[in-house]
C-alpha cells in the first residue's frame, strides 16, 4: 500500500509540506529539488538539484503504538536498500543516520501531525565529493561517492519502498521487535564512547523500545533520542 498514490513534483521546499493529514495512508510525495529542505533538531537538508532521493511517507500508526519508532523502521528499510543498491554494509547511526564507509548518505525525520506520521526520508545519490555538505556533525558522503558510480533513484525508490512496507507491516504487528535484530546488526554506536541526551559513557545497543543504552560511571541508563556525539 506504500506508495500506490504518489504526488511528485519538480520542486517544492519541502517534500513534508506535500502531504495533508488526510491523505490515504501510504501516500507518498517525491521531488527532485528541496528549497527548504528539513533536517531533525530544525536542520536544513540541503542537495543540488536532481542528485538526490527526496521522499516523504504518510502513515497512520495504530493509537497504541509507539510513533517515535517509525523513524529506526524507516533507517532498518533505507540502510537495507542502500545496502542492495551498492553492496556495501549501510549501518545505522541511532537514532536516524544511514552510513556507508564512515560517511552519512541518509536521514530520516518523522513529524507528528494530527494524528499522522509524515516520515521524512532523503539519500544522497549522485552527489559528487565537491557537492557534498561540508558543515555536518557526520561527514556527508553518497552512494555515488561509495562506489564511483552513478545510481538509479527510480530504482532505490521502488525497493526502499516495498522494504519500508515491509518492515512497517511488521512494525504494526510486532511492535519495534520486527527489525530489531536487523538494527542491532547494523548498530555503528554499539561499544563506542558517546554523549548521549547530555550524558557521557559507552553505547550498548538499541533497546527493544528504541532507546539508546548506554553504560555510564554511574550505572546503566538509556536514552529517548537527542543528539549523539561520538567521543574522538
Ligand atoms: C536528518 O538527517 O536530519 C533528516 C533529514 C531528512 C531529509 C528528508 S528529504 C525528504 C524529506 N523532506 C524534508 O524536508 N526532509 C525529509
Do not use: F
Not at 89 to 114: C, M, S, Y
Not at 168 to 182: I, K, P, T
Amino acid at each position: 500500500m506504500i506508495g500506490h498514490e504518489r504526488i511528485h513534483v519538480a520542486e517544492c521546499e519541502s517534500t513534508q509540506l506535500l502531504l495533508k493529514p488526510d491523505a490515504p495512508e501510504g501516500t507518498i510525495a517525491t521531488t527532485d529539488h528541496q528549497t527548504a529542505g528539513r533536517g531533525r533538531l530544525g536542520r536544513r537538508w540541503v542537495e543540488p538539484p536532481g542528485s538526490s532521493l527526496l521522499l516523504s511517507v504518510l502513515l497512520r500508526p495504530p493509537d497504541a503504538s509507539r510513533p517515535q519508532e517509525l523513524s529506526l523502521v524507516a533507517a532498518v528499510a533505507t540502510a537495507q536498500a542502500v545496502e542492495a543498491a551498492t553492496a556495501l554494509p549501510a549501518q545505522i547511526k541511532w537514532p536516524n543516520d544511514v552510513l556507508l564507509a564512515g560517511t552519512k548518505v541518509a536521514g530520516i525525520l518523522a513529524e507528528l501531525r494530527a494524528g499522522a506520521v509524515v516520515l521524512g526520508i532523503g539519500v544522497n545519490v549522485n552527489q559528487t565529493e565537491a557537492q557534498l555538505p561540508l558543515d555536518t556533525r557526520t561527514a556527508a558522503g553518497s552512494l555515488r561517492t561509495a562506489t564511483g558510480r552513478q545510481h538509479d533513484r527510480e530504482q532505490l525508490l521502488r525497493d526502499l519502498l516495498g522494504r519500508l512496507a515491509a518492515a512497517y507491516e511488521g512494525w504494526r504487528e510486532q511492535g519495534l521487535a520486527a527489525v530489531h535484530a536487523e538494527l542491532a546488526a547494523r548498530d555503528l554506536l554499539r561499544g563506542k564512547s558517546v554523549v548521549a541526551g547530555g550524558k557521557a559513557g559507552r553505547a550498548a545497543g538499541i533497546d527493544t523500545s528504541g532507546r539508546l543504552m548506554l553504560e555510564t560511571d554511574s550505572g546503566a541508563t538509556v536514552v529517548e533520542s537527542g543528539e549523539i556525539l561520538l567521543e574522538p
